[in-house]
Each structure stands twice: as structure tokens, then as C-alpha cells.
């Protein structure tokens, strides 16, 4: 899903929890990819690492587009 919001296959929010910062290194590895030229977009639009349930859950409501049909 990551490569794929990357790529700007899709729009949906993408949120990683990161209780305790238990993703520390996997956002270090985010701004290797940023800097080493490998992502082509700001990384705060393809991924968003939250501190809190309630961080993730307003992101995503802030970042979720609803179609209606």
C-alpha cells in the first residue's frame, strides 16, 4: 500500500501507530528513501506516523476523501 501511495496509485491515508516509537527506525529508513532520491513525494503525503490512537484516528479523518454514489 505504501509503494502503491508512493507511486500515487491511490490517495487513502496511510497511518503507522508508533506507540513508544517502536517505528523509529522504519521512519529513518523513510528519510534515507527521501534522501537518496527515491521517494518523488514529501514524505508527509505518503505516510504518517502517529504517536497516538487519537492522533491516527483524527489524521485520518482530516485525509480520508468519502465518495458518495
Known amino acids: 500500500m505504501i509503494e502503491e501511495r508512493k507511486n500515487g496509485l491511490h490517495d487513502k491515508p496511510i497511518v503507522i ?3 513508544a516509537d517502536f517505528y ?3 521512519r ?3 528519510f534515507r528513501m527521501r534522501d537518496e532520491g527515491f521517494l518523488h513525494r514529501p514524505l508527509d ?3 504518517y506516523f502517529a504517536d497516538t490512537p487519537q492522533d491516527a484516528i483524527e489524521y485520518i ?3 480520508l476523501t468519502v465518495s458518495v454514489r
Open 61 to 63: 479523518n482530516r485525509h
Open 45 to 47: 503525503e505518503v505516510v
Open 17 to 19: 501507530l508508533n506507540l
Open 28 to 30: 529513518m529508513n523513510f
Open 24 to 26: 523509529a527506525g522504519l
